[in-house]
Each structure stands twice: as C-alpha cells, then as structure tokens.
C-alpha cells in the first residue's frame, strides 16, 4: 500500500506541473486579449446648426430636443489568475482527488488491519470505489453548478483511473485472485477505460492514461501472457495514445509515448533472452515509424524532434543486431527501417537528416557484423545495403547534396569495409573488379555534378575522391606491396586531371592528399633516409651505408616527384597547400640526387673516406650552388632553398663538424682554399649587394688561410701551427689587406676599403705582439723595417685617394 501511495503522490506531481502549464498559457492568452485594441464606443455628436433667422416676435418656436443615443453596455473584463485563485480554486481540486484516492487505499488498509475484509472483499470494493469515482466524474459533467468547473471532473475521472490500475495490482499480484491472462484482458479493459477518459477530459487524464497504460503490464506480469500479447498490447496502446494526441493537437503526448516505448524495448532487451528478441526488435520499427508519422501531425515542429524515433530506431536495432548474432531477421528489421527512412525523405525533405543517420548507422553496423565472430547473414545484407542506399541516392541525384552523399554511401563504404575487415571473402580479383565497378559509379556521381557552381559539393568532391580511392584500392591489390606508391601516384593524376577539367577550388587541393598517400606508402625508405641525415648531422663520417637500396628507394620515391611535376604547372593546383607539396617534391628530388652523388665513389671504410670524403662533399656542395645560380631567374622559388642547402652544408660541414683542419682527410684532389674561394664566387653572384661583397670578402679570406695552412702542411692539414705558417699568414694576410685597398679604391667600394684598413690594422698588431716576439736580430730588423715601409706607403696612397674625392665623398667614407 504505502508503494501504492508513493505513486500516487508521484502522479500528483505531473498533475500539478501540467496544470501549472496550462496556467502560464492562460496568463499569455489574457495579457494578449488586455494589450489588443478594443473598440470603443463612438459619442454621438450633434451637428452644429447654423443660427435661424430671428423670428417675428409673435411667432416663438420651442427648441426641439435630439435624443442622444445609450452608451453601450461595457463588456465584463476577465479575471487574472492569481496565487490566490490559484491555491485557493485550483490545486485543492487536485488534492482533493488524490485524497480520494490514499483514502480508499487507507480504508481497505484499516478493514485489513482489523480483519473486517478477506481479499477478495476489499478487492471489490477497491473496484467499486474506482467505479464510483469515474461515475461521479461524468455526473460532475452533467451537474450544472459543478460542470462550471472543469478540473473537478478531470480530478475523479483521474482518481478512478487510478484506483483501477491500484485494484488489477490488488487482484493479480498482491492476493493471486486472477490468473495472468484474466489480469492481461483487464489490464487492456482499463487502460481503454483510461483513454477514452482522457479524451473526455484533457491532459490531465492522459498524463494518468500514460502513466498507468505503461505500467499495468509490469503489475499484471509482463510475461504472463507471451511476449506476443504483451507487444500487441504495447502497439495497440501506443497507437491508442498517437491518435488521442494528433486528435487533441498534443505534440507532448506523442513525445512521451514515444520516450516510454522505446524505454520499454530497453527493458526487454535485458529482460529477454536473444532467443526472444525478434518480437521486440519488430517492435522498433513499429514504434519508429509511428512516431516518425505522429509527431508532425501532432503538432510537433522541430525538424530534430521529427526525426529522432526515426535515428532513435536505428540506434536501438544497432544494439539489437549482435544480440541476434546478425542473422537475417536482425539485418532485415534494420534494412526495413532504413528503406522507410529513404521513403519518408523522398517524400519529405526535412526527413533527409533520418536518411543521413541511417547511412551513417548501416555502415557502423556493417563494420561491427565483420568484426564479429559469426558474421551472420552479414554478407548476403552488404550488396542489399549497398543498392538500398545507391539506387534512390543515383536516381534522385539532382534533388540535392544529401542524395549526393547516399549514393556515394552506398557506392563505396560497403564494398570498402568488407574488403578492409574480412579481405579474404573474395578474391583479389573478384574485389579489384567489384570497386573499379564502384570507382566508375563514383566518378559518375562527379561527372553528373560538374556544372554544380557550389565549390563545396559533396557530389562533385565526394565523388571524384570516392572514384580515386576505389581505383587506388583495386589496383593495389593486383601489384606487388613495394609498388603501391605507382598506383597511388596514378590515382593522384587522375585526381588533378579531372580537377583542371573542372576548375573547382576545393576539388584542385585534392591531389595534395594523394601526395600525402604516396609518402606513406614509402616509409621504409623515408625512414631509412631520415636516418642518414640525422647520422650526417651529428658527425658520422661513413654515412653511405645508411642509404635505402637504390632501387628501393626510387621505386618509393619516384611516383611522388612524377605527379608533382605534371600537375605543378597549373598554379591553380594543390591550393592552400601548394607551397608544402612543392616543398616536399624538393625535397624527395634532393634525396634521390644526393643518393645518386654518393654511389660513384662509394665511401663506405675509413680509408676511403680519408682520401675522397673531402672532395664528395666539396663536389655535392657546388653543384648545389651552380643548380641554384642556373635556376636564380627562371626559378627563384627553387634556386632559393638549393642555394640555401648549399650554403649549409658549408658551414656546418665543412667549417664546423667535418673541417679538416680538424678531422684529418686528404685535400690535395680539391685544394680548401679553391673551394673556398668558389663558394665566394657563388656568393657574389648569387646575393644582393652589399651582402654580396661582403660574403665575397670573409670567402676570400678563408681561401687565403686555408691556401697558407696547405701550403704549410701539404695534403692533410692537421695539426699544430708552426713558425713558418705563422709568418706565411702575416704576409698573406698583408698581400690581401693591400689588395683589398687596392680594389676598394679602385672600385670605390667602401667595404672592400674598410676591409682592407681592418686587416692591415690586425696584421699590424699581430706583427708586433706575436712575430716580432718570437725573431731576434736582422730577421727582427727586416721585419719592422719592411713593415714601416708597407704602412708608410699606404698611408701616402690613401691621403691621396681621399683628397682627390669630394668633400661629401670623404664625410660619407
């Protein structure tokens, strides 16, 4: 009893939020009807007459008097609800009925407290009370002084609704006085006594109706009578209250039975064993489908709403289908409610998000079934699939973009998953011939929207991407693994074909990704390269056996460059990511050219790279150099990152990790100083003044000391700095400062004189600090003696130079 009052208690709760909802709609109705202009009563006005003429004195006319015309009555103006009227007139009705309700429950409690009633007695007088109350609701219908008042009517016929769900618990699961089937036939008794209730008295009514309608059979025992009874009821009921709800224009109605529905298809999934759920899962589709068509009649608008039993459906089947070990059944509910959801959007546009859903939900469920252990009837459904989606989708093409997408759907995501997740269904063969079928049928789906002014059209991009795929998927299962970036590369310039042929924007940043396809299917060389750079970077001198095979690495990297090249000429190809896929075409080059540089001599022991290490890299640096001088007009964007590669490797290489004033290697085949003094060439033709000079004269520079330590040393030129070579750098450092002068003024290059006074001042102070400290005697004398002169000289050239340029000039210098 006290579970009895609980729910009670509970269905005063939704009783009293609905009444609180048809008081604000009240509230709005009467603040509309106060704003509205009412129409006010015009006054008569009298017409002004014109004075009559003055009359002869004899003859006096009485003046006549207009009758003016009643105000009209004013009309009597609506009460406001209140908080007063609202506790005092409202809720106590409410209250009062769920009091009638706990009373009878307390009564039959008391008579068996006491030991008054057997059973069976307070079984029927439970009835009767409920019968008594709805009589007495349809009296208060009937009797003028209480039918003023609606909600006194809705409270008893809701007390005898409830009272009567109270009485069928009483009888069958309580005292057993009923068997299961007698208790299911009266169940379906009262919840039509329910309904027809509802519709005689409003929301209130129907929230009872709902309430008990769905819970009776969980207090009459909802296997009691066979789940096939118990469905049968569960639609005949839903249907009962669909219709009640599109009759009374109740949209919240429809929803919620809808909610509880499929609330109770959850619970008998876990209720049930899988033997068992076939009735269950035809019941989804039932309920889907119903509610799909009831919501909009009901009075529902909102598009998600409208289409969510649909999604809802297919989610709820989605769950159903393992259970069911995907057999026929399973996947023949789901392709029924996915064909009904293709229907509702062909005949209605704003179902198509149902028809997405379903899509989208098929191949999530196709994917599962594969992944499974018993497949099930999985691949008699996939081709089933596949035509439900393609078929409407290609036929209906020109409606729109969502068709677009159908058919593409269904085109390509079954025949894709099922050679992905059980590849050996078929034969490799039987699968290439299957997606270059599906490939062809893509591409129609392009071709078909090519006059699509839409940039962003799923059918003309979707199309043409889904046509690729396909093909690259077919023919990569007819050649060997190593050559996968070919077909990749081929798919990629049929891409970029097509997207020239069309023009569309988005559809020409498409090649980009097939780009992306073939550095991925090259990894092992990639990594292997990556490799050797990294080595290379951080000293290692034998580097060439880190290198990838040779044909490895081109049949890997090769397809990548060739479709770069091609298509790289339209500007208009690989759009925002242009930039990056040249860049990356670059780079592959450079990789296979520099891999082809270390074949000839072919440094792969100490000695071997002791004699030619120096004169490889001297040599790969310089044709980096020439290649970037070649290309400096007609291809900056090139010239630019070879130059700079070049200009790296110098320094890093060469001055810093693999200098061979430090690590010893034979120059004697290409002298330091001549490839220093090449790299400056380059460098001045290559940068902007006054970069330029300036790079050329640090080049020269490092030629001279790289000429002297040579000379001094020979072939290989490590070691410490004698005597001979300290003397050796003074004089060529002064021969160079001399020159330098000599051509700045000549020149009137600033910089080269500046230079030139910059050595001559260290040269000088080197003189004096370092060699002359070390000489003693004539060699002494000799040395300041020829010194003096050298400056002496210079200075005498210099003033001259300076005082021959104009005033302005020598400011400046």
């Not at 017409?47 to 006096?60: H, K, N, S, V």
């Not at 380059?682 to 006054?690: A, D, E, H, I, V």
């Given at each position: 009893m006290d579970g009895i009052l609980f729910l009670a208690v509970v269905a005063l709760g939704i009783v009293a939020m609905v009444q609180a909802q048809r008081l604000r709609a009240l509230t709005r109705r009467v603040d509309l009807l106060e704003r509205s202009p009412r129409a006010e009563p015009q006054p008569t006005r009298?017409?002004?007459?014109?004075?009559?003429?003055?009359?002869?004195?004899?003859?006096?006319?009485?003046?006549?008097?207009?009758?003016?015309?009643?105000?009209?009555?004013?009309e009597p103006e609506p009460d406001r609800p209140s908080l007063e009227s609202l506790i005092g007139a409202r809720l106590p009705v409410w209250i009062g009925a769920v009091a009638l309700v706990v009373a009878g429950f307390f009564l039959v409690r008391y008579a068996v407290e006491i030991g008054l009633l057997t059973p069976a007695v307070r079984?029927?007088?439970?009835?009767?009370?409920?019968m008594i109350l709805v009589g007495a609701s349809e009296a208060a219908r009937r009797i003028p002084t209480l039918a003023e008042d609606p909600r006194i009517a809705q409270a008893l016929a809701g007390a005898g609704t409830a009272s009567s769900y109270a009485t069928l618990y009483i009888a069958a699961a309580l005292y057993q006085l009923i068997g299961p089937l007698p208790a299911f036939a009266l169940m379906i008794g009262v919840t039509a006594l329910g309904l027809f209730l509802a519709l005689r008295h409003g929301p209130p009514t129907a929230v009872l109706a709902l309430a008990g309608g769905f819970i009776a059979p969980l207090v009459a025992g909802y296997d009691a009578a066979g789940i096939g009874p118990l469905l049968a009821y569960l639609g005949l009921f839903t249907a009962a209250l669909f219709g009640l709800a599109i009759h009374r224009g109740w949209g919240w109605l429809a929803l919620a039975a809808t909610v509880v529905g499929f609330g109770w298809v959850n619970f008998l999934l876990v209720a049930l064993e899988p033997t068992r759920l076939t009735g269950p899962a035809a019941f989804v589709i039932a309920l889907a489908l119903a509610a799909t068509l009831a919501l909009p009649r009901a009075g529902v608008t909102s598009a998600w709403l409208r289409t969510a039993p649909l999604v809802a459906g297919l989610i709820q089947l989605l769950i159903f289908a393992p259970a069911l070990s995907f057999d026929g059944f399973a996947w023949s509910f789901y392709l029924v409610l996915a064909a009904a959801a293709l229907f509702l959007a062909w005949r209605d546009a704003r179902h198509l998000p149902g028809a997405l859903a379903a899509?989208?939900?098929?191949?999530?469920?196709?994917?599962?079934?594969?992944?499974?252990?018993?497949?099930?009837?999985?691949?008699?459904?996939?081709?089933?699939?596949?035509l439900l989606f393609a078929a409407p989708g290609l036929i209906l093409l020109n409606r729109g973009r969502s068709w677009a997408i159908l058919a593409l759907g269904g085109i390509a995501g079954p025949v894709l998953l099922a050679n992905l997740l059980e590849p050996s269904h078929l034969t490799d063969w039987q699968w290439a011939g299957l997606e270059l079928l599906a490939a062809a049928l893509a591409f129609s789906v392009s071709w078909r929207r090519r006059s699509v002014?839409?940039?962003?059209?799923?059918?003309?991009?979707?199309?043409?991407?889904?046509?690729?795929?396909?093909?690259?998927?077919?023919?990569?299962?007819?050649?060997?693994?190593?050559?996968?970036?070919?077909?990749?590369?081929?798919?990629?310039?049929?891409?970029?074909?097509?997207?020239?042929?069309?023009?569309?924007?988005?559809?020409?940043?498409?090649?980009?990704?097939?780009?992306?396809?073939?550095?991925?299917?090259?990894?092992?060389?990639?990594?292997?390269?990556?490799?050797?750079?990294?080595?290379?970077?951080?000293?290692?001198?034998?580097?060439?056996?880190?290198?990838?095979?040779?044909?490895?690495?081109?049949?890997?990297?090769?397809?990548l460059i060739a479709p770069v090249a091609l298509l790289a000429r339209d500007g208009r190809h690989f759009g925002p990511l242009r930039k990056a896929v040249l860049s990356t075409g670059l780079t592959i080059a450079l990789l296979l050219l520099y891999h082809l540089a270390k074949l000839p001599l072919a440094i792969t022991t100490e000695p071997r790279f002791d004699s030619l290490g120096f004169v490889e890299r001297a040599l790969i640096t310089h044709a980096l150099f020439a290649a970037a001088f070649a290309l400096r007009t007609r291809s900056p964007a090139i010239a630019l990152p070879l130059f700079a590669l070049a200009l790296g490797?110098?320094?890093?290489?060469?001055?810093?990790?693999l200098n061979p004033v430090f690590v010893a290697q034979q120059v004697s085949l290409f002298p330091p100083a001549l490839h220093v003094a090449l790299a400056g060439f380059?460098?001045?033709?290559?940068?902007?003044?006054?970069l330029a000079t300036r790079?050329?004269?640090?080049a020269a520079l490092l030629a001279t000391l790289a000429a002297v330590r040579q000379a001094a040393h020979g072939g290989i030129i490590t070691g410490p700095i004698g005597t001979g070579e300290n003397y050796g750098y003074s004089a060529a450092l002064l021969l160079l400062a001399l020159g330098g002068l000599t051509l700045g003024i000549r020149s009137s290059s600033r910089d080269l004189r500046l230079a030139g006074l910059g050595l001559l001042t260290f040269v000088t102070v080197k003189v004096f600090l370092i060699d002359a400290a070390a000489l003693d005697g004539l060699l002494r004398i000799l040395s300041f003696l020829g010194l003096g002169v050298a400056l002496i000289g210079i200075g005498w050239v210099y003033r001259r130079f300076l005082a021959a340029r104009p005033k302005a000039s020598v400011a400046n210098a």
């Open positions: 009298v017409a002004e007459l014109a004075p009559p003429p003055r009359p002869a004195p004899t003859a006096i006319t009485p003046p006549v008097k207009r009758a003016e015309a009643p105000p009209p009555p004013l079984t029927i007088l439970a009835a009767l009370f409920a899509l989208a939900l098929s191949l999530v469920l196709l994917a599962a079934a594969l992944v499974a252990p018993d497949h099930g009837a999985t691949f008699i459904a996939a081709p089933v699939l596949a002014i839409d940039s962003r059209d799923p059918g003309l991009i979707g199309g043409a991407l889904a046509a690729a795929i396909l093909c690259a998927t077919a023919l990569g299962q007819l050649v060997p693994l190593a050559w996968l970036g070919s077909v990749f590369a081929f798919a990629t310039l049929g891409l970029g074909l097509w997207a020239r042929r069309t023009g569309d924007r988005a559809l020409l940043t498409l090649p980009a990704f097939g780009i992306a396809a073939i550095l991925t299917a090259a990894f092992d060389p990639l990594a292997d390269y990556l490799v050797l750079i990294a080595q290379s970077l951080a000293g290692e001198r034998l580097t060439a056996p880190f290198l990838p095979d040779l044909a490895d690495g081109f049949r890997a990297l090769l397809p490797r110098l320094l890093w290489f060469d001055l810093l990790v380059w460098l001045y033709r290559f940068l902007p003044q006054p790079a050329a004269i640090a």
